[in-house]
C-alpha cells in the first residue's frame, strides 16, 4: 500500500494498540451528506451532529485500503462506499468486514490469502520484519504475525482481513530511531554484502574508461570521503595505480576480443577513420562490426598511433598489423571509408599484404559522406566561402556585394564554429571542396543569372544570422520567447543555432524559423534590437519572397537529413539499404529540377546534388558488397533492378558476380547425390490396374520430396540458384533476421546453410563509418581541454575498453577483478600469510565481510 495512505491513517487515527482491536464498535448512525463535501468532510460532520459512537477514521480507512487495493483502486473503494451508503448501512463491525474480506476470496487457504495480499503491499515498513506467520485466532480469526530482524523476541499481530501498517511503523521508529539515519543505511547496506578491494579498483578502473571521468577524480577528497564513509578501510588507488590497472584491464582484455573475434563464424567488417587529438596526437581509428542472434554488435576494435605520414601505404602497413593482432586479418569482408584519394591506395596495398583482403572490390563508401557531400553541393548555391578568423581578424572578400556584406559583423564567427572547424577533418574538407570545384557543377542548364544567385544567398543568410543573433542574446532570446507565448500555435521559443561547418544545421535552422514566421518579423523589428552599436535585427527582416524560397529550400533538404538520421543508426545503416536510399534522393532531386514554378536558385541546387549523387551511384559498381547484399535481400532479389529499368547487361552482370562468390567462397562441396541420381523403385509396366497407378503416383511424389532432402543435405541442387528463381518476398522486412532463422534451422552441411551465411556476411556490412568517428568522440571526452597531458596508450586504453565493455559477454566482471586481484597480491601476498588479517579474514584473501 502506498506510503501516503498509511501516512493518512496514522494522522486521522484516534486510537491504536500493539494488537488491531478485534472487538465489534457500534455502527454509526447514516447522516445525510452535505453536497459539494468530500469523505473527510463528512466524517467530521458527522461525528460533531451525532451523540452515538462512531468508529475510528482509522477504521474506515483500513477499509478503504482493503477495498481499494485492486487495479482500480480508489474507483472500486469509492464505489464500495457509495454503496454501502445507498443501503443505509456502514461496513464497521469486525465480522461484517471480514465477512466482506473472506466473500472476495472463496475457498482460499489462510496461506493463499497471505500470499495474495503480500504481492499488494508497497509499504517498506515490511523490510523490517520476517516473513508473517498465520496464527489460529479465537472465533475463527487469522492473525498474521510480524517478528522483528532486528529484535525477535518481539512482534506485531494484525488480522488478516486489516492492512494497516500503524503499529508497524511505529514498532519500526522505536526500533530504529530516526535521529541517526546513517547507522540505518549503513547497517542496510552491510547486510549481505562484502568489500573488495579488487573489485573497488575494478569499478574505478571501468567507471573512468567508460564514463570519461579523470584519473585524478580519486584525489578529491569529497570522494574519499563518500567511500570512507561506507567503509572505513577501504583502500583507494592512486591516480597513477588507476591509469595502470586501465591499462592492465585492457591488455587482458584484447586477449578476450581476440578469442571472441576467432569464435566467430561469419565474416567480420571494419570502419576506419583518421583523427588528430586535442593533444596532437594521430590516432586511425578502427571499429569492427559482425553479426550475432539476427542483430548487428560492435566495437571499437582500436586506437592505432600515427606517426607517420598519412601515406595509403603507411596506412595500410598499420591497418594491416593491427588485424593480424587481433587474428581476424583473414575473417574481414567489408571496409567501410570516407572518399578520401588515400584510401584506395591504402586498400589495395592491403590486398597486396594479405590476399584474403578484397581490396577495392570489398570497399564500402561511406554513404553519410556522401549525403554530405549532396547537401553541400546543394548549400553552395546559398552560401559564401565561410570567414576565417586570424591574426588580422575576419578576412572580408572586398568585391563581395554590399547587400550581403551589410549582414556581416566582426564577431560573427563565434567560438562554436572555430571549435567545429577544428573538430573537422582539413583534409577531408579540402577535398570535399576540391571535388565541387572540379566538378564543374555551376555549368547547371537552369537559367541562374546572379540576381537570382543573389535572392537565395539574402534569404539563407539572413536566417542563419538571426539564429545566430538569438542564441548569442539572452535579451533577444527572452523577447522572441515572450512572442511565440501569444502565439498558440507556435510550441518553440528559440531558432536553432547554425554552425558553418555542420551543413545539416541548416536545415534545421531553416525549419525553426518556419515554424516561428509569424513572430520573427515583430521580433526584427523592436526598437530596442536596432540601437546603433546593438545587435541592429531589422536588417535580417525577411520578406514574403525570402519565405517562399525557404520553403522551398526546406523541402527539397529534409529528405536528405532524414536519410542521414537514418542511416547513421548503428543497426540499421547497412549496405543493402544505399542504393534504393540513392534512386528515391535521385527521383527526389529531378523533380525539383523539372518543377518550373520554384525558385532558379533552388532548382539549380537540385542540380548541383544530382551530380553528387550521379556520380557515387556510379562508384557502386566499382565494388561487389552493394549488389551481392541486395541480391540476398528477400524482397529484393534482381526483381528491384528490373522495378528501376536496368538494362539487362547490368542485371546479368550483377548475376554473374553473385554466382561467382557463391561458387568460389561459399558453395559447399558436391559430396550428396543429385537429386534426379537417388535411385527410386521401378514400378513393372507389364500390369496396370488402379493399384500400379497408384503405386506409380507415390513413386513420384517421394521423387519429388527426395529432391527437396537432397537440396537440405548440401547436394547438387543449387541453393543459390533456386533462392534466385523463387519471386521475392514482400513479408520480410529485416533481412538479417530471415536468414539468421535459416542458419539456425538448417544443418551445417546444406546448401541453405551456406547460403544463409552468405547473406548475413554481406547484409552485415555497414553503410557508413559514423561509428568509427563516434570513437571519435569518445576518444574528445577522454581527451577534453583540461586533459591534454594524457599519453597515447592512456587515450587508447580508456577508448577500446570504455567500448568492449558494452558487450555484456566479451568482459566477464568476476574474471577481470581476479587479474586486479592477483596483480594487486604480486609480492605482498607471502608477508601477509606470516601475519593474520584483522577480524578473522583469511591471510592473503583481500575481501573482508563486514560485520
Not at 405 to 420: F, K, N, R
Request: with cysteine.
Amino acid at each position: 500500500m502506498p506510503a501516503s495512505h498509511s501516512q493518512k491513517r496514522r494522522c486521522d487515527s484516534t486510537a491504536s494498540s500493539d494488537t488491531e482491536d478485534v472487538s465489534e464498535v457500534a455502527p454509526a448512525q447514516s447522516q445525510p451528506k452535505p453536497a459539494g463535501k468530500r469523505h473527510k468532510g463528512n466524517l467530521a460532520a458527522t461525528a460533531s451532529s451525532s451523540s452515538v459512537h462512531t468508529p475510528s477514521a482509522a477504521t474506515a480507512s483500513d477499509t478503504e485500503g482493503a477495498a481499494g487495493s485492486d487495479v482500480d483502486g480508489p474507483v472500486a473503494a469509492v464505489a464500495e462506499r457509495v454503496h454501502a451508503a445507498s443501503q443505509g448501512n456502514a461496513i464497521t463491525k469486525p465480522s461484517a468486514k471480514r465477512a466482506v474480506f473472506l466473500s472476495k476470496r472463496p475457498g482460499m487457504t489462510p496461506e493463499q490469502i497471505l500470499a495474495e495480499l503480500k504481492t499488494k503491499w508497497r509499504s517498506s515498513v515490511y523490510k523490517h520484519f520476517e516473513e508473517p506467520k498465520i496464527i489460529q485466532g479465537p472465533n475463527g480469526v487469522i492473525i498474521h504475525r510480524f517478528v522483528c530482524r532486528k529484535n525477535p523476541s518481539k512482534h506485531i499481530d494484525r488480522v488478516d482481513y486489516e492492512e494497516s501498517t500503524g503499529n508497524l511503523t511505529r514498532h519500526r521508529s522505536l526500533c530504529e530511531p530516526d535521529d541517526i539515519p546513517e547507522v540505518a543505511m549503513i547497517t542496510a547496506y552491510a547486510r549481505g554484502t562484502a568489500y573488495s578491494p579488487a573489485r573497488v579498483r575494478y569499478l574505478l578502473a571501468m567507471w573512468c574508461a567508460r564514463r570519461h571521468r579523470p584519473f585524478t577524480i580519486v584525489d578529491d577528497p569529497e570522494f574519499q570521503e563518500l567511500l570512507c564513509m561506507l567503509y572505513a578501510k577501504v583502500e583507494l588507488p592512486s591516480r597513477v595505480t588507476l591509469s595502470r590497472d586501465v591499462q592492465m584491464i585492457t591488455l587482458d582484455g584484447k586477449i578476450r576480443v581476440i578469442a571472441f573475434l576467432s569464435s566467430l563464424p561469419g565474416k567480420i567488417h571494419i570502419c576506419v577513420d583518421g583523427w588528430t587529438s586535442p593533444n596532437v596526437l594521430s590516432f586511425l581509428g578502427v571499429t569492427a562490426h559482425w553479426h550475432r542472434d539476427g542483430a548487428i554488435e560492435h566495437i571499437i576494435l582500436d586506437f592505432i598511433r600515427l606517426t607517420n605520414g598519412h601515406t595509403g601505404k603507411y596506412l595500410a602497413e598499420k591497418l594491416v598489423e593491427c588485424l593480424t593482432e587481433y587474428g581476424i586479418q583473414k575473417k574481414v569482408l567489408a571496409v567501410t571509408l570516407d572518399n578520401a584519394d588515400n584510401n584506395t591506395t591504402m586498400l589495395k596495398e592491403m590486398h597486396s599484404l594479405v590476399k584474403e583482403l578484397r581490396g577495392p572490390k570489398a570497399r564500402v563508401r561511406c554513404f553519410g559522406h556522401v549525403l554530405n557531400l549532396v547537401v553541400k553541393a546543394i548549400m553552395s548555391m546559398f552560401m559564401r566561402k565561410p570567414k576565417t578568423k586570424g591574426d588580422a581578424g575576419v578576412q572580408a572578400d572586398a568585391n563581395e556585394d554590399p547587400d550581403l556584406a551589410a549582414l556581416d559583423d566582426p564577431e560573427d564567427v563565434d567560438e562554436d564554429d572555430l571549435e567545429a572547424e577544428q573538430e573537422a577533418d582539413q583534409a577531408r574538407e579540402d577535398a570535399d571542396d576540391a571535388l565541387l570545384d572540379d566538378m564543374a557543377i555551376n555549368n547547371v542548364d537552369v537559367a541562374l543569372t546572379p540576381e537570382k544567385i543573389k535572392e537565395g544567398r539574402l534569404a539563407v543568410e539572413k536566417v542563419t544570422k538571426l539564429s545566430k543573433k538569438v542564441w548569442n542574446s539572452p535579451a533577444v532570446r527572452a523577447a522572441l520567447a515572450t512572442l511565440t507565448h501569444e502565439v498558440p500555435d507556435i510550441n518553440s521559443e528559440v531558432l536553432v543555432r547554425s554552425v558553418a561547418t555542420r551543413w545539416n544545421t541548416v536545415a534545421a535552422v531553416i525549419e525553426r524559423a518556419l515554424e516561428l514566421q509569424e513572430v520573427l518579423s515583430d521580433l526584427c523589428d523592436m526598437a530596442q534590437f536596432n540601437k546603433p552599436r546593438g545587435v541592429r535585427l531589422r536588417r535580417f527582416i525577411l520578406i514574403e519572397e525570402d519565405w517562399t524560397l525557404l520553403d522551398q529550400l526546406h523541402r527539397l533538404l529534409d529528405p536528405f537529413v532524414y536519410s542521414t538520421n537514418e542511416i547513421s543508426h548503428s543497426s540499421r545503416g547497412l549496405v543493402h539499404e544505399v542504393i534504393p536510399f540513392m534512386d528515391l534522393l535521385t527521383e527526389h532531386v529531378d523533380e525539383f529540377i523539372a518543377d518550373e514554378t520554384l525558385h532558379p536558385a533552388v532548382r539549380g541546387a537540385a542540380k548541383r546534388g544530382r551530380a553528387i549523387l550521379d556520380k557515387y551511384y556510379t562508384l557502386t559498381d566499382t565494388t561487389t558488397v552493394y549488389r551481392i547484399a541486395m541480391m540476398l535481400h528477400p524482397r529484393y532479389k534482381t526483381q528491384y533492378f528490373k522495378d528501376q529499368s536496368w538494362p539487362d547487361e547490368w542485371i546479368t552482370e550483377a548475376r554473374e558476380i553473385i554466382e561467382e562468390e557463391w561458387t568460389s567462397n561459399y558453395k559447399p562441396k558436391e559430396d550428396a547425390p543429385a537429386a534426379a541420381e537417388i535411385p527410386i523403385a521401378p514400378v513393372p509396366a507389364s500390369r496396370s490396374g488402379p493399384g500400379r497407378r497408384s503405386a506409380a503416383a507415390s513413386a513420384n511424389t517421394r521423387k519429388r520430396f527426395a529432391a527437396i532432402g537432397s537440396a537440405a543435405k548440401g547436394g547438387r541442387a543449387d541453393a543459390l540458384k533456386i533462392y534466385l528463381e523463387e519471386p521475392p518476398s514482400d513479408t520480410v522486412s529485416d533481412p538479417l533476421k530471415y536468414w539468421d532463422l535459416v542458419l539456425k534451422s538448417t544443418p551445417e552441411s546444406s546448401g541453405q546453410h551456406a547460403l544463409a551465411q552468405m547473406a548475413i556476411d554481406f547484409l552485415s556490412a555497414p553503410a557508413t563509418s559514423t561509428d568509427a568517428e563516434r570513437a571519435f568522440s569518445r576518444g574528445r571526452l577522454t581527451v577534453s581541454r583540461l586533459r591534454h597531458s594524457l599519453a597515447d596508450e592512456s587515450v587508447r586504453a580508456n577508448t577500446v575498453l570504455g567500448s568492449w565493455a558494452r558487450i555484456a559477454d566479451l568482459l566477464p566482471e568476476a574474471d577481470l577483478i581476479e587479474v586486479v586481484r592477483q596483480h594487486s597480491a604480486g609480492k605482498k601476498r607471502a608477508a601477509d600469510v606470516e601475519q593474520p588479517a584483522p577480524n578473522g579474514a583469511k591471510a592473503g584473501d583481500d575481501v573482508i565481510v563486514l560485520n
